[in-house]
């Protein structure tokens, strides 16, 4: 169940893996690699920064079109 409390401006780990296009395991490889942070809910419910999942998603684009 995802929080319906959610700071304007950030995405839940479901919503980032949606958007990346991945699973929910790779939502935590890419955490565990540096690749990208969480900034804020708890330790179940991981929010992420909306602007930092648009920057990687565009970096994973343009490395695939390279």
Same mark, same amino acid.
């Given at each position: 169940?995802?929080? *319906?409390? /959610?700071?304007?401006?950030?995405?839940? &780990?479901? *919503?980032?893996? #949606? =958007?990346?296009? /991945? =699973?929910?395991?790779?939502?935590? @490889? %890419?955490? *565990?690699?540096? *690749?990208? =942070?969480?900034?804020?809910?708890?330790?179940?419910?991981?929010?992420? &920064? #909306?602007?930092?999942?648009? #920057? %990687?998603?565009? @970096?994973?684009?343009?490395? @695939? #079109?390279?």
């Amino acid at each position: 169940m995802e929080s *319906q409390l /959610i700071r304007p401006g950030h995405l839940t &780990a479901h *919503q980032t893996a #949606a =958007t990346l296009g /991945i =699973t929910l395991g790779g939502v935590r @490889k %890419l955490v *565990q690699r540096g *690749q990208l =942070t969480h900034s804020g809910g708890t330790p179940n419910q991981r929010w992420y &920064a #909306a602007e930092d999942v648009t #920057a %990687l998603l565009v @970096k994973r684009q343009s490395s @695939k #079109a390279a």
